[in-house]
Structure formats: C-alpha cells, structure tokens
C-alpha cells in the first residue's frame, strides 16, 4: 500500500510548489517502509525465538509424560508383585482339605494343644 502511495506520488507532475510537498512526502512515506522493514526483522526473530521456546516445551512435556508412562508402569508392576505375594502367602497360610484327612485328625495329640477358652 504505501508502495502504491509513493508511485502514486511519482506521477505527480505539475507547478514548482507542489514539488517540495511531493518530496517531503515522499521522504515520509520511505520512512514508514524502513520502519515496516525493520518491524518485520523484529518479528522474524520473535518468530524463531517463540518457536524455539515452543519445540522446548514440546520436548519437555514429551519428556515428563514418557516419565509418568515410566513412573505408572513401575507402580503397576510393583501392585502386581505385591498382589502375587499376598496370594502366595495367602495360598501358604490356608489349609488344605487334602492334608485334613480323618486319620491325621485322629493322630494327633489332643492333650498337647493349649488353648485358653473363651466365654460369651
């Protein structure tokens, strides 16, 4: 657009006084081309340093969900270890029908057993 203006003011033609109006016009419309140059410098380098910031984080984020991935599967195994162990000690600690035949009852020494009685 401004490019558009300063053509425009190229083909102006016409009396001696118009001519330093048309310069300084010109001048200023220059200007605000090299302030847009410079602003679109700027913004190029604002646009790399946001998308450096922006692959960092992604890096980042990508590394603390592969760390929670690690952390939760650590935490399941270990339930699961935990779990198996309690079912082995429950399987221990369970009697089993089998070894309760009525002659091992009978074979054992009921004189021995102490036990305290309780009253309700």
Do not use: N
Not at 20 to 29: G, N
């Amino acid at each position: 657009m401004l490019m558009r203006d300063l053509l425009a003011l190229d083909e102006v033609t016409g009396a001696d006084e118009l001519r330093p109006l048309r310069k300084t016009t010109v001048k200023e419309v220059q200007s605000l081309l090299d302030d847009v140059d410079g602003l679109r410098g700027r913004l190029a380098d604002i646009h790399k340093s946001v998308l450096a910031d922006l692959k960092e984080e992604e890096e980042k984020e990508k590394q603390r969900k592969e760390a929670e991935a690690e952390e939760e599967e650590a935490k399941q195994k270990q339930k699961e270890e935990e779990e198996d162990a309690a079912a082995a000690a429950d399987d221990d600690d369970e009697p089993v029908e089998e070894d309760l035949d009525e002659e091992s009852v009978d074979s054992v020494d009921w004189s021995t057993l102490k036990l305290d009685p309780e009253f309700h």
